[in-house]
């Protein structure tokens, strides 16, 4: 049997599955004898103990394999379990009321969960989860529950589960643990997030998959589809294992390219960066053989904390990129582009009607000017320890340019007045992302030393059709005439000044689009890290003279459809 | 008992780390510290009930101390509510 979810980490894996339900914790709800409470009280705090000294060792194992900002939510749950309000409450519910301690947790938690539930703040919610893990460990030792999660597997296995959480995951044997398939979940839930890092397949959002397999059930995992195959016959099974093997096979293939140059058969030369999130995704970048960061989005330093990173904090950051990639590796570090969808709790910014049109990115910088200057002092610092580039996004006129520009200036001065030193001779460039700034490329390319387009808004403000919104999603195609006729007229007008062009939305990774932006002139590719080397395999296949004249070919046709197949069966199809 | 009043200097409110801080600090003394917002009134020592304050920038608190060392107390914790990056 087979059932869709969503590919959260690529790969295949044919294994047994362990599963975890939910429901595994239960108990019963009683009311306690008078001579009863001491004991039941001392049997809670030992609980509480036995908890605090798991997160002692969790905090300690997560630090040493993952970082210390991952550490620090076991800081967090820690503190939990010292809270008077929190333990305190139970403790008291367990005396006053006198139920068992399971119902009195139970209990006072709920009460807890709605209150931060009902915060309308998204960090109180992620606090919500927090309070759920910490008490599930407390309930787990009061039952006396060995979790399966920790268990020693003895074979390799299948993981599944109705969520990761923090807890479970850092609690994971990596070696045994070869995939796995949860209820919930998204491609950017924790879970997902954490098995592209382990690099182990997986399949989230199974609504039910718990309900479906036993332990011991024989189970398949393609993260490469987002399906999962329940008792898998021996048919499928060999099917599956040979499309394991050339997956193998052509990840093999691809991994001997990490250090070809990303050149077409015709000689023709471009760059293949990677778009990353944090300083540890660029050793990724590397190892994945990115000849450059294209977008190094800088928004992870400003969410969830509770306040702006200093210029210390940025500066380190921006340094351990830029050391990471080299003088030769190009960093491109994207100023803050906050706002509108993505918020920050601490930033305390009016409710919009239309984010996606609102106070955002650049124009907030430009209006909160001391922040902003503090992102660019510690950009033009670390810029001395590799070859970084600054990049704003959302410009819309050529004032916006020339104000930002002209902050930055002053902060070149003050660092100069400090004798701070600092590359004289960064570039500093612009998204192409809103339309306006595509009409006006060529003005914008007389004062900006690159652009990079940035098809996820653009395509959205283009189309004028919400990326999110399902009803209107066949008007988001980044195939539409529309997208690539401005696209062509972004680059033209750049090459017209000398300027490079770039493009990092996910447009630039698509084996479909990579022929047709080669043939409009495009200089650089950005795309995720795990991208890099099917996109350079590709690369090297393709004609750059022959496909300059396809792609103004392409530029004549009536439909994003008409588009997509001419460029399957007359470029790919033929390579 | 001593009681003093603070407008919150800092951009980010009572938030998680600010919080954090504030709680371990009360936690070191042995007096109670109580924190009033309004009519709400909470442990100081508390996490928990701190977060569901949500005090903000230039929001007015009141502490509200009881005990030994509470003069130290006030004012090292008002310190802290009053600091801009704590």
Redesign the interface.
């Known amino acids: 049997m087979l059932q869709k979810g969503i590919a959260a980490a690529p790969g295949i894996v044919i294994g047994r599955a362990v599963v975890q339900k939910e429901e595994m914790v239960r108990y019963e709800r009683r009311i306690l004898d008078q001579d009863e409470v001491a004991a039941e009280l001392a049997r809670f705090r030992e609980s509480v103990r036995a908890a605090d000294l798991e997160l002692e060792q969790v905090k300690k194992k997560v630090r040493h394999e993952m970082g210390e900002e991952e550490a620090r939510i076991f800081e967090?749950h820690q503190?939990?379990l010292?809270?008077?309000?929190?333990i305190?409450a139970i403790e008291e519910k367990l005396e006053c009321e006198r139920v068992n301690a399971e119902a009195a947790l139970e209990e006072v938690r709920d009460s807890?969960v709605a209150?931060?539930e009902s915060?309308d703040?998204e960090?109180?919610r992620e606090?919500a989860a927090d309070?759920r893990d910490v008490s599930q460990r407390l309930m787990k030792n009061l039952l006396g529950i060995h979790d399966q999660l920790q268990a020693d597997f003895t074979e390799p296995v299948v993981l599944v589960v109705h969520d990761l959480t923090p807890s479970d995951t850092a609690q994971l044997d990596r070696e045994k643990v070869k995939g796995f398939a949860t209820n919930i979940g998204g491609r950017t839930s924790h879970s997902a997030i954490m098995a592209r890092t382990m690099e182990i397949p997986a399949v989230v959002g199974m609504s039910d998959i718990t309900e479906q397999l036993q332990t011991g059930d024989l189970v398949i995992v393609d993260g490469l589809e987002g399906e999962v195959h329940i008792r898998p016959d021996e048919a499928v099974v060999a099917a599956y294992e040979a499309k394991q093997q050339a997956y193998w096979k052509q990840k093999e293939d691809w991994a001997r390219l990490v250090h070809e140059e990303s050149v077409t058969a015709d000689g023709h030369r471009v760059e293949l960066a990677a778009n990353i999130g944090n300083p540890r995704d660029a050793v990724q970048a590397v190892e994945n053989g990115a000849e450059g960061i294209g977008l190094f989005r800088t928004e992870f330093l400003y969410m969830g904390?509770?306040?702006?990173p200093?210029e210390e904090e940025q500066f380190a950051a921006y340094k351990a990129v830029a050391e990471t990639m080299g003088k030769d590796r190009p960093v491109v570090i994207r100023t803050l582009d906050i706002g509108g969808d993505k918020e920050l709790?601490?930033l305390?910014l009016p409710k919009e009607l239309n984010p996606f049109l609102g106070y955002r990115a650049i124009r907030l910088c430009l209006d909160r000017v001391e922040l902003f200057k503090t992102q660019l002092r510690a950009l033009l610092r670390a810029s001395i320890y590799g070859n970084i580039k600054i990049m704003y996004p959302m410009i819309a006129t050529i004032a916006e340019l020339r104000r930002a520009n002209q902050i930055l200036d002053e902060v070149r001065a003050e660092l100069r007045n400090q004798s701070i030193l600092f590359n004289d001779h960064l570039e500093v460039g612009i998204m192409i992302e809103v339309p306006a700034a595509a009409m006006i490329a060529d003005q914008l390319a007389k004062e900006a030393d690159f652009f990079s387009i940035g098809t996820n808004d653009l395509i959205q403000y283009v189309m004028a059709a919400d990326r999110m919104n399902e009803q209107v999603a066949y008007l988001y195609d980044p195939y539409h005439p529309a997208i690539l006729r401005l696209v062509n007229q972004v680059i033209k007008a750049a090459h017209q000044e000398g300027k490079w062009v770039g493009m990092c939305g996910e447009m630039a990774g698509e084996e479909l689009a990579i022929p047709i932006l080669l043939g409009l002139g495009l200089d650089e590719f950005s795309m995720s890290a795990t991208s890099v080397l099917r996109a350079r395999d590709l690369l090297r296949k393709l004609d750059y003279k022959s496909l300059q004249e396809t792609a103004q070919h392409v530029l004549t046709l009536e439909s994003g459809e008409e588009i997509r197949a001419f460029i399957k069966e007359e470029i790919l199809n033929k390579l | 008992m001593l009681t003093k009043t603070f407008t919150i200097q800092?951009?980010?409110?009572l938030?998680?780390?600010?919080a954090?801080l504030f709680?371990q600090k009360a936690?070191s003394f042995p007096c109670e510290v109580n924190v009033i917002k309004g009519t709400k009134k909470?442990?100081g020592?508390?996490?928990?009930?701190l977060?569901?304050l949500?005090a903000?920038?230039g929001e007015q608190i009141t502490l509200e101390i009881t005990g030994e060392q509470a003069e130290q107390a006030m004012e090292e914790l008002g310190k802290l509510l009053m600091s801009v990056?704590g």
């Open positions: 967090a503190l939990f010292q809270d008077p309000e929190f305190g807890f209150i931060f915060m703040d960090y109180m606090r309070l904390r509770e306040q702006f200093t709790s601490y305390d | 800092n951009p980010t409110g938030h998680a780390r600010p954090t709680v936690t909470i442990n020592k508390s996490i928990m009930g977060m569901t949500g903000k920038l990056h």
